[in-house]
Antibody, heavy 121, light 108 residues
Framework: QVQLVESGGGVVQPGTSLRLSCAASGFSFSSYGMHWVRQAPGKGLEWVAV????????YYADSVKGRFTISRDNSKNTLFLQMNSLRPEDTAVYYCAKTRGGNIADVFDMWGQGTRVTVSS | ETVLTQSPGTLSLSPGERATLSCRAS???????LAWYQQIPGQAPRLLIY???SRATGIPDRFSGSGSGTDFTLTISRLEPEDFAVYYCQQYGSSPWTFGQGTKVEIK
């Protein structure tokens, strides 16, 4: 059964860092692109970052470029999001999502349950 | 960046009625790379439609998608109680991937 489980969220102060993880199971993780999407409290979905199946391509939303880094460890079936210089506006539930095919330009056919990040002093 | 505008913001309907949701793009969507997702409060989004009109695995046939270029529609032919949720359109053809602001389908 395909499953994505995020972890690493929490309450942090502005300017600090946090690393999110997404553990994948039930599919060939190394064959699919992976995304991070976030949802601020009471708001809609905002795409954050994507990484290709082999890690060679990475793209970021302008709102996080230069502060967040997406990476993956295919040997451990795990996706990461390193978040630095956190701001209050980064407060959100962060979801990892799998692409339907190997191409990063594809729909998100499976989502994790999300991990909550709160940035507050 | 392709901006997606969904309308209406809220749709108040009764079970059994037909729901028609609109998504308009600020520029033509590459190869109709347009998807629809359903989100029930407290849950992760679920893929309904991709390629503008193809149903995802396990999605009931009361859900259908149509459109091309800049105008797209999600239709729910007969609303079931579990269909009352928020629906998002998304373009996935190019970076940045973008979502519409959502349409809430609520019980009238």
């Amino acid at each position: 059964q395909v499953q994505l489980v995020e972890s690493g969220g929490g309450v942090v102060q502005p300017g600090t860092s946090l690393r999110l993880s997404c553990a994948a199971s039930g599919f060939s993780f190394s064959s699919y692109g992976m995304h991070w999407v976030r949802q601020a409290p009471g708001k809609g979905l905002e795409w954050v970052a994507v990484i290709s199946y082999d890690g060679s391509k990475k793209y970021y939303a302008d709102s996080v470029k230069g502060r967040f880094t997406i990476s993956r460890d295919n040997s451990k079936n795990t996706l990461f999001l390193q978040m630095n210089s956190l701001r209050p506006e980064d407060t959100a539930v962060y979801y990892c999502a799998k692409t339907r095919g190997g191409n990063i330009a594809d729909v998100f056919d499976m989502w994790g349950q999300g991990t909550r990040v709160t940035v507050s002093s | 960046e392709t901006v997606l505008t969904q309308s209406p913001g809220t749709l108040s309907l009764s079970p059994g009625e037909r729901a028609t949701l609109s998504c308009r793009a600020s520029q033509s969507v590459n190869s109709n790379y347009l998807a629809w997702y359903q989100q029930i409060p407290g849950q992760a989004p679920r893929l309904l439609i991709y390629g503008a009109s193809s149903r995802a695995t396990g999605i009931p046939d009361r859900f259908s998608g149509s459109g091309s270029g800049t105008d797209f529609t999600l239709t729910i032919s007969r609303l079931e109680p579990e269909d009352f949720a928020v629906y998002y359109c998304q373009q996935y053809g190019s970076s940045p991937w973008t979502f519409g602001q959502g349409t809430k389908v609520e019980i009238k």
